[in-house]
C-alpha cells in the first residue's frame, strides 16, 4: 500500500509523491549508481524524508555485515554506495582478469589482429587469410564489443566488420595509425581472393561420348579405386 506526499500552499499546485517500502528502494537505487549517492538525492529518490534514509541506510549496512554478504554497504566521500566485501576482493580479480583472457582465445586474437589491419574486411576473407572457419570467433568478438558491422560490400554483398573504439581503448592507442607495423607481414589479399576464385569454380562438364553400335562396344577401362576422380589424382609413372 502506498501514501501520498501532499503540498497545499497557497496558489501552489498539488504535488503528489508516491511512496513506496523504503529499504527496497534504497537497494533498487544503490544498485544502479556509479557512483556515492548522498542522503537528500536518496530521499528524492525513494520519496521519504532524510532522516528516515539515514537510519535505513545504517540498518541496511549493519544487516549486510551480520549476514557476511559478499558486498557492504559504505559511506565514502559524503555517499553511500554498494561495494565488494573486501574478503572476496580476490574471486572478483579472477572473474575479471582471468575469466577475460580465458574467453579471448589465440584464435580470436589472430583473427582480431586481422580485422584490424585489413578493415573493413568480410568474414570471408578473414578466415581466407586465416585458413579456417571464423564465423565462431567472430561472433565473440562482436559480443565482446572489440568488432562491428560496417556496411556492406558494394560487389558481393557481403558484410564488412572492424574494429570498434572500444578496441583501442583495450590495446592503449588513440587511433589505428598507431598499431606496430605488422601489415607488410600478411599475406596479399588479392592473391588469395585469385586462389579460392579458382578453386571455387566449378569443374568443366566432360565431353559427351558418341553413341557405339551394341555389337561393338569397346572394351571396359580398367577399374580404379573407390573415391578416386577420373585421372586418378596422380601424376604417371
Do not use: C
Not at 501520498?4 to 528502494?25: I, K, Q, Y
Not at 529518490?45 to 528516515?52: E, L, N, S
Not at 574494429?163 to 607495423?181: C, H, K, M, N, Q
Amino acid at each position: 500500500m502506498s501514501e501520498t506526499s501532499t503540498d497545499h500552499g497557497p496558489g501552489a499546485e498539488t504535488l503528489e509523491v508516491p511512496l513506496v517500502d523504503l529499504r527496497p528502494a534504497l537497494e533498487a537505487v544503490l544498485m544502479v549508481a556509479d557512483q556515492p549517492l548522498d542522503v537528500p538525492t536518496l530521499a528524492a529518490a525513494a520519496g521519504h524524508p532524510a532522516p528516515d534514509v539515514t537510519a535505513a541506510l545504517a540498518q541496511l549496512a549493519a544487516e549486510y555485515d551480520e549476514q557476511q554478504r559478499g558486498f557492504e554497504l559504505r559511506n565514502v566521500a559524503g555517499g553511500w554506495r554498494f561495494y565488494t566485501r573486501e574478503a572476496f576482493a580476490g574471486v572478483v580479480e579472477r572473474f575479471v582478469l582471468e575469466g577475460q583472457q580465458a574467453r579471448l582465445t589465440q584464435a580470436a586474437l589472430e583473427t582480431l589482429a586481422v580485422v584490424a589491419y585489413k578493415q573493413p574486411v568480410s568474414r570471408a576473407r578473414v578466415s581466407a587469410i586465416r585458413g579456417v572457419n571464423v564465423d565462431g570467433v567472430m561472433r565473440t568478438l562482436l559480443s565482446r564489443g572489440l568488432v562491428e558491422e560496417a556496411g556492406q560490400d558494394p560487389e558481393t554483398g557481403a558484410n564488412l566488420y572492424r574494429t570498434t573504439a572500444y578496441f583501442l581503448e583495450r590495446i592503449g592507442v588513440t587511433s589505428l595509425d598507431d598499431l606496430p607495423e605488422l601489415a607488410p607481414y600478411l599475406p596479399d589479399m588479392d592473391d588469395l581472393e585469385d586462389e579460392l576464385s579458382e578453386m571455387s569454380a566449378p569443374a568443366p562438364e566432360p565431353p559427351t561420348e558418341p553413341e557405339h553400335d551394341p555389337e561393338h562396344l569397346p572394351e571396359p577401362a580398367p577399374e580404379t579405386g573407390p573415391g578416386t576422380e577420373p585421372d586418378g589424382g596422380t601424376e604417371p609413372a
